[in-house]
């Protein structure tokens, strides 16, 4: 067994507290960052320094008390949960030393209790391989991004050879993704976003044939101008307006991918009006968590980081940086203030 010599009771732990549920737009007074003791870890467990936490829409999800959602809330006084990657800095399990960057959900705070097939989710291929950033398993390489992308294109759009495939959040992490995979197999893809400089990113350096910008552009019209023939494959990270357009120019078995909906993040569910069009349309509708298709995360990272190296795959990082910053990070995701994956950085790896 290996451990390090640092006393964890001469150091602090900075974590953000769950103190109430956001109505709305995530507030200060929602969120409290504490300083703490350092955890001790017990036989067979780690304690694990964050150093990059995974910003998420999920995370607006997790923090709602009532709302109906796909795994339990943050209670009420826990640490905000997140995916994290860092080092482990104190072990008490043979199989984990210190000194090695770990994945899992660590939450906003800088330390955590590393527990094996619990709260860590394995070694990250920077270990062994030094041309991997640290960052791999929170971007394309990871389950939440790479794999939600990944799944949501290949197992439930399928895309192929002269099918049109629109993603909503075309510019967003998940999205950017989506959309090139989709490009790989043949269709021709439409992002939608906000703003023209996130639609120069999507046509100029992602390779999606046309962009729309939600703020500037009538969808449904821009969509018949671009997809005259209909919508074959729709991945929707949105909802509300972008998903009622697309569905009206659907063409007769569209495949739809509903991987989000942070329209509706904030507890204000309205729902789509035209949902009748999914049965004239004969739509298949497909809501997925990247979660439930863990066995395809070797095969989905397999692709990606091959069409990565061939440049085949552009990804970009916003990485902010400090743990009393999370409010106003976090926010960025529903404002379009960030540009690539959203990430905190909360410490040093020294």
């Known amino acids: 067994m290996s451990s390090s010599p640092s006393k964890n009771d001469?150091?602090?732990?900075?974590?953000?507290?769950?103190?109430?549920?956001?109505?709305?737009?995530?507030?200060?007074?929602?969120?409290?960052?504490?300083?703490?003791?350092?955890?001790?870890?017990?036989?067979?467990?780690?304690?694990?320094?964050?150093?990059?936490?995974s910003i998420d829409p999920t995370h607006r999800i997790w923090m709602a008390g009532k709302k109906a959602q796909y795994m339990d809330p943050v209670a009420l006084g826990d640490i905000m949960r997140a995916a994290t990657v860092g080092i482990i800095v104190e072990s008490k399990h043979e199989e984990w030393p210190v000194g090695m960057w770990v994945s899992g959900f660590g939450g906003i705070s800088d330390y955590y209790v590393g527990i094996p097939g619990v709260t860590l989710s394995g070694p990250c291929e920077c270990n062994t391989n030094p041309d991997v950033q640290p960052t791999f398993e929170l971007t394309y390489g990871?389950?939440?991004?790479?794999?939600?992308?990944?799944?949501?294109?290949?197992?439930?759009?399928?895309?192929?050879q002269g099918d049109v495939v629109v993603i909503s959040g075309g510019a967003g992490a998940v999205g950017s993704i989506a959309g090139q995979l989709a490009k790989v197999r043949g269709a021709t893809v439409i992002g939608i976003a906000g703003g023209s400089v996130k639609c120069k990113y999507m046509t100029e350096e992602l390779g999606f044939d046309y962009s729309i910008d939600y703020k500037s552009q009538d969808i449904d019209l821009k969509l018949k101008e671009y997809a005259p023939e209909g919508v074959s494959g729709y991945f929707d990270n949105v909802g509300g307006e972008a998903t009622e357009s697309v569905l009206m120019n659907a063409k007769n078995g569209m495949r739809i991918a509903l991987c989000g909906s942070i329209t509706e993040y904030d507890d204000n569910?309205?729902?789509?009006?035209?949902?009748?069009?999914?049965?004239?349309?004969?739509?298949?509708?497909?809501?997925?968590?990247?979660?439930?298709?863990?066995?395809e995360l070797a095969e989905a990272k397999a692709e990606l980081t091959q069409l990565k190296k061939e440049g085949k795959l552009v990804f970009r990082e916003d990485i902010r940086e400090g743990i009393e910053n999370y409010v106003d990070v976090v926010n960025l995701l529903f404002s379009g203030g960030n540009h690539g994956k959203l990430m905190l950085k909360m410490n040093d790896v020294v």
């Open 10 to 53: 001469q150091l602090i732990n900075r974590c953000m507290r769950l103190r109430s549920h956001p109505e709305g737009k995530i507030s200060h007074h929602d969120l409290e960052l504490c300083q703490e003791p350092i955890p001790v870890a017990q036989e067979g467990q780690v304690i694990v320094k964050n150093i990059f936490a």
């Open 142 to 160: 990871g389950v939440i991004i790479g794999l939600t992308a990944w799944h949501g294109v290949n197992k439930i759009i399928e895309p192929k």
């Open 269 to 295: 569910w309205c729902g789509i009006k035209n949902f009748n069009m999914i049965l004239m349309r004969r739509v298949k509708v497909q809501g997925f968590i990247c979660m439930d298709h863990m066995d």
